[in-house]
């Protein structure tokens, strides 16, 4: 997310709905404004997002309240939770949020951000966390598909200071993603999707994929793909597309290239949740949970991985 360059929407200490106090801005990205409240009669820290006009005007937004009113009822210690989803008019202008929980950490892109390449106990103990939230999500009913797994989206909660806890985050504008070719600098987000993806077919196997090159990343610290972005424009969505495709022509190189301390069990289980194909994917998170569990056991993470400067505070 980016700083506002003008006035944001709501200011601090402003109050929304005669029940959120705002305490602070966060920050903005192509959906709208990101604020941390405060609710006056539960008096927990909230987070609240606030559309923008030019994602409203390209968006079924009826829709995506409808899909938040069914996140609210998914309750899972790895995903984020929602609150509410409604409207509040200023000055004569309606605008449409939803709050979530606030959560004391950071983003994985964040500790990618200083660690680049995560030792195997701890990225294996993350996306454990992550699949079992999204375990929870396709086993709803209706089934609940993300659509948009990336670092950005998974938000790492600390335990005892050092136990970094991973949570899978908005879910709340996961359903209308395939309308992102509408929005500028959406693109990015294209490197984690599935090959159907592309063709508008969005499933729980599309979401094994995205989880798959997630766990790919923190592991080496690269893509699966080599990508050539010094020919292609990032906020140009169709050439992002183009360039993706086509790199993906090829098979995805071993993650034990990038990464020797990979073996040949968790190699095997990182390869297949990549493959091409969708029918010789894991179909569901919990297929590819089950075998990242069996391939790798997970080890006590002691703090020698951590220390105090790793630990932030972010939504």
Partial sequence: MTKPKKNTILSRGEVIKDTYEVSSFIGQG???????????FFNKLQVM????????EKTNIDEVMDEANILSMLNHQNVVKVWDCNTFKKQKKDYYYITMSFVMGESLTQLLNRKIQLDIPVATSIMVDVLQGLTAAHKNKPIIVHRDINPDNILLSWEDNFKPVGILGDFGIAKLLDQLTQLPGAGGRYLFFAPECFMGIYLPVSDVFSAGVVLYKILTGVHPWEYDFGNYVLDD??????MINSARKELPKKPSIFNEQIDKNLEKVIMKSLEKNMENRYRTAASFLKALKNAFKSEDITNSYWTGQDLHSVY
């Fill in 30 to 40: 192509a959906f709208g404004e990101v604020y941390r409240v405060k609710h006056r």
């Fill in 49 to 56: 997002k606030v559309f923008k006009d030019d994602y409203i």
């Fill in 237 to 242: 969505n169709e050439e992002m597309t183009k």
